[in-house]
Every structure is written in structure tokens, then in C-alpha cells.
């Protein structure tokens, strides 16, 4: 009796340390997938293409298109696969517009975070005057989407780290963004080819990154201040230039809440996994 009373108990510590190890895997640092990532896959296959993604072990998205679906068929299409939307995004134009249908569609599709991924502006031209446009929109949509439940945030793509006066063009535009109604996704790709040092815009700003876009770049790839890279140049967690480690190291310090990958290679679903075995070495 104390035989099977001593391997029962074994085996049950076993599963408790099954569980904690997932729950701290999947629990503690949830990585999700900006469904961007896979916009070519899913052109063919989108079930078969999000279920090859939830089997990696993903279970959070960031996305917002419906691919055709009606919104209802979508969600339930997503709840039976287990993820769960996190945020959606927004077009820079919509800000200025009656914003109830994207509050309808963030939370049919249960998102709490609305993101911008773009500030128009001609050309290459953006400086001062594109900041002041974009934190009076940021601001004014911010607390709509904020009396209805909802974050805004908003998504650098290097144009905005142009210097300027004793900063960047970035630092002014927190500056003029109000905290209630704003905050940001920090893209550690896109910073570091808009010149700019991922780690730093954390340690400097840790309260204004809610969200996070994992993705590395590959090795001797020149910055610029466009907003442009060749897509090519996205590699495997680890293997480029951004340094994730440390990144993942500097965010725990943060307000960052929710991790997405988003590799736009065309090598994406043969680089995803090992992105994510990468990161599940870091814990």
C-alpha cells in the first residue's frame, strides 16, 4: 500500500510541475502571432492555416481582418480553435470618423486593444507637422475608444525616430500624446531600422509600451528612416540583430503586456517554430 501510495504521490507531483511549467510558459509570457505574418498562407487555406499555428502552441492574436467571413462566423471559427483576439488594428483615416463600428468590431471579436499602424503622410515627408495631426487624432479617438473600453495604441515604423531638436520626432509625439487615452506598440524590428535602439525606447519610456512586436533582423542590414525594409530581411528569434534576449529582458521591466511575433518572410511558417523555441530557452 505505501508502494502505490509513494508512486501515486510521484506521479502527481509530476503533473503539478507539468502544469506550472506550462502555465509559466503560456500563462506568465503569453506569445501571441500578428496574423500579418501569415497573409499570404491564408489566402489559400485560412482554417488550415490557423490551425498549423495553434498546434505551434499560439493561442493570442493580433489581426482584425475578417477575410471575407461575416464577423459572427469568424469568432466562433476562432473560439473553437482556442485563441483569443487581443487587439485589432485601426486605419490612420478612421480616427477622425465616427469610431463605433470599430468599437463594435473590437468587441464582437473581444479585442481590448485598437492599434494604428501608419501615419499618412506624402511621400517621406513627415516631420513636426505630421506629429501634431497625429496626437491631436491619437487623442481625440483615445478617449472615445477609452469611455468604451478600449486602448489605443499606436505602432512606429521609423519614420518617427528623424531627429529632432534635442530628440526624435517620437519624443515629441509622447510628449503631445495623453497616457489615459494612447500609449504604444513598440516593434523592435522597426526601431532598429529606423535607427533607433529598441532597448533605450523601453528604458525610457516603460510606462507607454503596452504591446510588442517580436521579430529580428537579419545581419548587416542598413537602417534608414523610411519606414521601408525588405521583408526578406526578417530571421529567426535569435539569429539577427536586434539582440531579443535582451529585449525580452528589458520588457519584463515594463508595462508591455502582450508579445506578438510577426515575421513577414515568405519563410514564416518553417521560421515560426524555431522563433518560438527560442523564446520558450529564455524562461
Not at 182 to 189: A, H, Q, R, S, T
Request: aromatic share 10%; glycine share 8%; hydrophobic share 40%.
Amino acid at each position: 500500500m505505501l508502494k502505490i501510495k509513494t508512486i501515486l504521490m510521484k506521479k502527481l507531483m509530476l503533473s503539478i510541475a507539468i502544469v506550472c511549467s506550462t502555465v509559466f510558459f503560456a500563462g506568465a509570457q503569453e506569445i501571441g502571432l500578428q496574423l500579418y505574418s501569415i497573409r499570404n498562407e491564408v489566402k489559400t487555406d485560412l482554417k488550415g492555416s490557423l490551425e498549423k499555428v495553434r498546434k505551434m502552441g499560439i493561442r493570442e492574436l493580433e489581426g482584425g481582418e475578417l477575410y471575407g467571413m461575416d464577423i459572427l462566423s469568424y469568432k466562433k471559427m476562432l473560439d473553437q480553435m482556442g485563441y483569443k483576439m487581443v487587439s485589432i488594428g485601426v486605419d490612420y483615416m478612421e480616427l477622425d470618423k465616427d469610431l463605433s463600428p470599430v468599437i463594435q468590431k473590437a468587441k464582437t471579436l473581444g479585442a481590448t486593444y485598437v492599434v494604428c499602424f501608419w501615419i499618412n503622410h506624402n511621400g517621406d515627408a513627415f516631420g513636426m507637422k505630421e506629429v501634431e495631426e497625429a496626437a491631436a487624432k491619437f487623442n481625440r479617438a483615445g478617449k472615445i475608444l477609452k469611455e468604451n473600453g478600449l486602448q489605443l495604441c499606436y505602432h512606429p515604423h521609423g519614420f518617427e525616430f528623424r531627429p529632432y531638436g534635442n530628440g526624435t520626432l517620437f519624443d515629441r509625439l509622447v510628449e503631445q500624446t495623453n497616457p489615459l487615452y494612447i500609449n504604444y506598440e513598440l516593434d523592435v524590428y522597426w526601431a532598429k531600422q529606423g535607427c533607433a535602439d529598441p532597448i533605450a525606447l523601453l528604458k525610457k519610456y516603460p510606462e507607454r509600451f503596452l504591446l510588442m512586436h517580436l521579430k529580428d533582423r537579419e545581419h548587416g542590414t542598413a537602417c534608414n528612416d523610411t519606414g521601408r525594409a525588405d521583408e526578406e530581411t526578417n530571421v529567426v528569434l535569435g539569429k539577427g540583430d536586434v539582440n531579443i534576449k535582451a529585449v525580452m529582458k528589458a520588457a519584463k521591466k515594463t508595462s508591455v503586456k502582450h508579445y506578438f511575433i510577426e515575421d513577414e518572410s515568405t519563410r514564416v511558417m518553417a521560421q515560426l517554430p524555431l522563433s518560438l523555441q527560442f523564446l520558450k530557452s529564455l524562461r
